[in-house]
Structure formats: C-alpha cells, structure tokens
C-alpha cells in the first residue's frame, strides 16, 4: 500500500503528466483538492474507486482517509493542484504519513506559475536582465517569515511569482513599487490553461485599477518583472557560435581579449 502525491497541473487535463493519469487511474481512493484540480482527471478513477473531495476536510480527517485505506490495504491518489512542492500544504500531510509508517512517493506536476509563463508566451530568465524567479506569496493571514517580506525580496529585483495573492494585489504593488518602478510591467493570469483563463497585462503603477475592472478575484498567478515585456536581452552563451561545451564543440574563434 501506498500514497501518491501526485501533481494534477494547473487545470488542463492533457496537462497531467502519463504516470499521474496511470495513478488516479488505477487507485482504488482518490482524494481530491478541490475546484482546481481538473474535472476530467477525477473522471479518470475507476468506476468502483472511492473519490473524495478534500476541500472541506481538515488535516485530521484526511489522514483518517488515508488510514482507513492503509487498514484496507488499498493505495490512495492524493490530487493536489499543479505542483506538490510549491504552496500545496503536502508537507504536513508527508509528516502525519512519515510518523504513522505508511510509504508514499511524489509524482511531480506543472506547476501553476510556468503555466502562467506559456500562456504569456514569454520566459522568466533572461540574460543579465533576470536569471532568478522568486516564487512568493504575499502576507495575508499565513504570516511570511521576517527575512521574506516582499519589500526585502524587492530588492533583488527578480521575477515574481506570487500564488494566493490576488486579493492582496493592490498590497502587493506598494510593496514592489519603491524598488522596481511603477512602470514595472505585471501580469496577472486567471485560470491558466483552463477555456476560461484570462490575462490583464499592466504595470504596478496600474495593475490594481485594470484587474479590478476584468473583476479577477481568485486563481491567478501574478508575475512581475521586466523579462515580461524587454526585447532588449542579450543572447545566451548557449547558441553562441564561439562557445564549446559538452554537446558542441565552438564554430569560430572566440574574439581575443586585450590581455591576450
Ligand atoms: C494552494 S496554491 C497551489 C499551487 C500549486 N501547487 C501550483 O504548483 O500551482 C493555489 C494558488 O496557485 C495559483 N494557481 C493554481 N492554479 C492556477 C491556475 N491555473 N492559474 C493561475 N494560478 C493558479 C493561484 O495563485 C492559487 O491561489
């Protein structure tokens, strides 16, 4: 017997990974997070699984679940939206399983915030511009460790990517204001790869006013940071013609320095 903690993806279902499918597929309980994990994954359990919807269970009676399962030595689904590791409370749950000795793997999904990044069809790293994607929260009432207010984390000036803060939008754009500019463009995206996903492009001078006009109130991610609009990066070293590595072995000279 054992429990799959398995990423579902940000709400496409074709967006589950082969082994997931397989899983949810083929385990006799499935337990299920809610709204954002895809409908037609939860279709997928078979027809004599016992599928539960977690959202209004408490940590307590999820575990009973999974005892009750492990006592009927049946295997348990454990859906969880997007990616398990980010801002999936399955730390906890992976603790109750450790102390009570009942085995379970992580099955790794696409993360909601790389989503995100493909429905705006850009890249969050780009050379000398960004190579650093911070993945963040704003504080709401999960309170943010001292050294991770989103004032100090400003000041890297990285790509964001905020989960669970788009009611905190408006908070979120003071805090980042004074470090990356107002003109800092923003993207905040509804539902991504759902049918009804949504995007409102601003800057976090603006943002606040535009996304309260669409009415956004819940699901998004918010990215923030100047690889969402700059044409104006420099090329990797990676396709250069004068760079040897690994796969490929340099073209042309590499220009000569003054030292040389
Ligand atoms: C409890 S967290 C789960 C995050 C998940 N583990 C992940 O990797 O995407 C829920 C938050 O993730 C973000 N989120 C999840 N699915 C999303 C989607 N399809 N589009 C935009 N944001 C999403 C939102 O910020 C939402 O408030």
Redesign the pocket.
Known sequence: MKVYII?AG??DPKLLTLRAAELISSCPVVLYTGS?VPREAIAMARADAKVLDSSGMTLDEIIDVIVAARDANQDVARV?????S????TAEQMRRLDHLGIPFEIIP?V???T??AAALGRELTLPELSQTVILTRAEGRTPMPDREKLGDLARHRATLAL????TLLREVADSLMPEYGSDCPVAV??????PDQKIVLGTLGDIHTRVREVGIK????IIVGRVLTSNDFANSRLYAPDFSHRFRRAKVKAPSTERE
């Open positions: 990423g940000p709400g954002l969880h939206t997007g990616d398990p980010v801002f999936g409370s999904g993360s909601s915030f989503a995100a989960f669970l803060s788009i995206v509804h539902k991504a790869s759902c819940s699901q998004s991610m």
